[in-house]
């Protein structure tokens, strides 16, 4: 006498080559039995995550701004061969400029569990 399945409804998926070989690699990692188990915990608590990398050209654009602004004053000690105070508190300036801009950058990040 045969059990009657709980799950009668199939899904079919095509992979490219690497797209499977991930797969199985994934699948292998979480210890679980089989591509159906894994598949069907992915439904039931994984997360897709949509992220917005638009922001990441402003990014970008504002560091690489920085970076000019830090390498014109590294060319001016390198000429005068002084560093002069307000050039190492411009720097700082920058520096802090650029934590934040890195921070708020990463606070768009969604968190994951790892």
């Not at 490219?16 to 979480?30: A, F, G, Q, R, T």
């Given at each position: ?8 409804i199939p899904i079919q998926v095509y992979l ?15 210890k679980m039995r089989n591509i159906s188990e ?55 300036e920058l520096m802090d400029k650029i934590w ?15």
């Open positions: 006498m045969s059990k009657e399945r709980d799950r009668k490219s080559e690497n797209e499977k070989y991930v797969l199985d690699e994934k699948i292998k990692e979480s894994y598949i069907r915990h992915l439904i039931l608590y994984g997360y897709v995550y949509d992220i917005d990398y638009n922001g990441l050209k402003e990014y970008n654009y504002q560091i690489a701004a920085l970076g000019r602004n830090i390498n014109m004053i590294r060319e001016r000690i390198m000429k005068t061969g002084n560093a002069y105070e307000e050039d190492l508190n411009e720097i700082k934040h801009t890195h921070e708020s950058m990463l606070s768009k990040v969604p968190l994951q569990k790892l």
